[in-house]
């Protein structure tokens, strides 16, 4: 069984919450520093682009993309990583 401890991050969502957003026409939710996008809306606004795995390419760099263009925007810091 693997566990883990999350305390400031919990804190942190239930501080922010998680709710519904828009990116430029592609619905999504905001969970703390993420997005979460549903497949079919991410295929529709980029046909063509393969978003079924998590391989380096562009479809990644993508996501990549619109994550920190969300956050900059939203003026969201994601806290430094600990790893």
Request: hydrophobic share 40%.
């Amino acid at each position: 069984m693997i566990t883990t401890h999350l305390p400031d991050y919990v804190d942190y969502l239930y501080k922010d919450g998680v709710r519904p957003v828009n990116i430029g026409k592609i619905p999504a939710m905001k969970v703390g520093y993420f997005l979460v996008f549903k497949m079919a809306d991410l295929i529709q606004a980029h046909p063509g682009m393969e978003f079924g795995h998590r391989r380096s390419g562009p479809a990644l760099d993508l996501l990549g993309e619109i994550q920190m263009a969300y956050m900059k925007k939203e003026n969201i810091t994601a806290p430094p990583s600990t790893a």
